[in-house]
């Protein structure tokens, strides 16, 4: 095999009907030039890895990476950038709808001393075919809100198909959070010095599979531009997770109060408001943050068990610091009511990272 000049890498899950048209795209834009296909998937149940498999006895340049433990588009993408062998490196879709006829003129943009070089579907001349008007809105909003962050005037800065060279990729890496939200956007806020050129292209129209975006896109964006301004410190998965328990504390007040009028003594209130909170906050986070492993079906079932019955212990500390504080403040409500919510926070966020989701998840990885 000729060593490749040029790595092509594709996050997928569930994109097994897409893989062979993706190659033949590529083979067809990358005619005469030495190039490789590394697809890193997320173990997709519609037998992705299987797929990429079978191309890769036909072509010797295709190469699967199927990761069984692991999740995460980002996280993906660095995998795929640490196993390349090409000195440039090409992020893209595996659904089609980017066009790998952009890809030549993304080569020639780095050989003209551009560093980085993106697809951007809002430059004149690009098109959105595969945005909905639903689709449409959330970019515009997520993309207001990073370029403010970024201090850019990029017409596509949360774009997933774009080009650099690998040295520069390896390099950003360990700045990079393997949980962010857009590895491009990762990818130009820790290399913001550098010459970067958008090229239009038409976002085609999504042929196999579903559309990953969905409401909880421009969460996600927020969550990672507060962990940006936290130097890193606290994680996206963290950001969100608090957050989440913030929203979730208006059910929780609402609910302690509304008992506390009809009678309930305080420490009966407390502990129905947590219950009910609990159950919405695992609700919540199972969507938002963690969406990369979010339990459908009976697992989720099993999931809300298993953390009822974990996080009970987080309840008793919770009620009984709660109370303590009650009875010591004199019936300051809210601040008693606060410092058991703390406590419970602090051990439920704990209790998700090593039991419920992620990759020592005790529950598997039925989906």
Known sequence: MTVPQISVVVPTYNEAGNIAMTYDGLAQALAGRAWELVVVDDDSPDGTADA????????????????????????????????????????????????????????????????IVSGSRFLEGGAEKGLSQRRRRLSDWGNRLTNRFLGTTLSDPLTGFFATSRRLFLDSIPQMQADGFKVFFDLVYHNRHVTIRELPFEFQRRQHGESKLDLYVLWLLACDIASKLSRGMLPPRLISFVGVGLIGSIFHFTILYASMDLGAVFWLSQAIATVVAMVFNFTINNVLTYSDDRLRGATFYKGLLLYSLIASIGIVANVSTAQIAYLQLHGHTFIAATTGLVIDVIWRFVVSNRLIWGRSSVLGRAR
């Not at 390349?84 to 790998?100: C, F, N, S």
Request: glycine content about 8%; overall charge negative.
């Open 52 to 115: 990429v498999r079978a191309l890769a006895r036909q072509h010797d340049n295709v190469r699967c990476i199927q990761r069984v433990q692991e999740r995460g588009l980002a996280s993906a993408v660095h995998w795929g950038v640490q196993a390349a062998h090409g000195e440039v490196i090409v992020v893209m879709d595996g659904d089609l709808q980017h066009e790998p006829a952009l890809i030549p003129k993304m080569l020639e943009a780095l050989q003209a001393g551009h560093d």
